[in-house]
């Protein structure tokens, strides 16, 4: 399947994958949406996606991909940053 995503890259920081996948109904909840997840165990970096069906290559379809992209992001904003907020202030 050809897709388009929004994701968030959790570069060497397995704790705060865990933390975040501790809350993993919840965050789906609040976003309405199913999202892949990835803890990558052979790696550093862990991964938390939303795919779309898209095709890179249909250029009549880009400002359609770009406005779900910028939706998406403004929603992993509104509510991944409070559960890194409250992770983060527990380890201060």
């Known amino acids: 399947?050809?897709?388009i995503a929004c994701e968030i890259y959790i570069s060497d920081s397995k704790g705060l994958f865990s933390a975040l996948s501790e809350n993993k109904e919840t965050?789906?909840?609040e976003l309405a949406e199913?999202?892949?997840?990835?803890?990558l165990p052979n790696k550093k970096a862990s991964r938390i996606k939303l795919v779309?069906?898209?095709d890179i290559f249909e250029q009549d379809r880009?400002?359609?991909y770009h406005?779900?992209?910028l939706d998406k992001v403004v929603d992993f904003q509104n509510v991944f940053s409070n559960y890194i907020k409250n992770e983060e202030?527990?380890?201060t």
Do not use: P, T, Y
Request: charged share 40%; proline share 0%; hydrophobic share 35%.
């Open 27 to 29: 965050i789906e909840d």
């Open 67 to 69: 406005s779900w992209m």
């Open 34 to 39: 199913k999202l892949e997840w990835h803890e």
């Open 1 to 3: 399947m050809k897709q």
């Open 52 to 54: 779309s069906k898209g």
């Open 89 to 91: 202030n527990e380890h």
């Open 62 to 64: 880009w400002l359609d």
